[in-house]
């Protein structure tokens, strides 16, 4: 019997183990791929990501390597106009943003589990629930015909979750947006200076922000997939799709740094979300099973919260389980489902919230050239977006 499965091991899932550790709960973590996902190749941090880093204990491991954004440069291809908004990312300012390797920050998080809690291949085929003792019991069944028995199943298994299907959430929507990424890395340095780029146009939406001296990550966002994206995301077709089509009028540096893409780290994918009266309305608990991370709330990415709000949902439903704890370190069943409850309680209308907001920007942002929509993001750029900044200095809290 384990007292807690965590089902994928991505942002949510690794961070709500190494939540439930330190409030004393031991946690199962089971992965159906071989190793650690690192697809997306780099993500945002903003300060509400920091907050709960910190209190996961972590944060000083990717602070001392990565350092914080300034600013960002925001350019219509059509009229070559230049935005510029700045960010307070002084230390202590409260607005620290970072841009992080997603393979860094999981090898982070990982290293703080003890071994054996992550088990790779284990790919789920069915959860059930029973009751025993007059408790109820989830009953999961994994591809190689292992049973496993647990007190509490957390569903971190991203877009398409199994347990939030398994819940009765409604499935993801496509936005009738698609992004491609990746990680352009020059061996001998770059020599930019550590500060975005975005870059608008008709449907289009693409930039770059430098990690280091040496990587650099970019993306862009179209209206309708690629090409090469029905060849199981070819990377090659892929690059020459952006270079010699959908990016041809973007600036020569641009274009430069998609040239200089480590193959292994392009991706394509369409943009889901769930519609947020979903996650305010739905079953985001039942029978001690609940969701974490895109398996709760999958949003657009033009706000940047999708991770960072993976890693605040770790923090409060560790805290939430660890309130359910007995005096033996065990996890009380009578009060695990209230437990439950509360942490989906605190997150429902955050989560909304984010999911509209990201809807909004990205549509915003990508909706074309035209005089109205030029006026409507110069006003977006400077003043909605900055009042957003406020979202993003959410403290999540402590674990206990």
Partial sequence: MEEVVIV???IAGLATAVALKKVGVRALVLERTEGLRATGAALGLFPNAWHALDALGVSDKLISIYEPLFKVYVTDVKTKAIQEVRYDASKGSGDEQRLVHRKVLLEVLAEELPPNTIRFSSKLTSVETQVEQGSSICILALEDGTVIKSKVV????????????????????DSGRAAIRGLAVYPEGHGLNHEAQQFVDVSKRAGFMPLNSKDIYWFFGCKAPPKGADMGGDPNLLLREVADHLAKDFPPLYLDIVGHSDLSTVTWAPLMFR?????ILGNLTRANITVAGDAMHPMTPDLGQGGCLALEDAVVLGRHIGSSMSKRGEIEMRNIGSALESYTRERRWRA???ITASFLSGWVQQAGSSWSMRFLRHLFYKFVLVRAQSATRYDCGKLC
């Fill in 8 to 10: 994928g091991a991505g």
């Fill in 154 to 173: 957390i569903g971190c298994d991203g877009v398409h979750s199994r347990i939030a299907r398994w819940l009765g959430l409604s499935s993801p929507v």
């Fill in 275 to 279: 519609y947020p009266w979903d996650v």
């Fill in 352 to 354: 909304a919230a984010l």
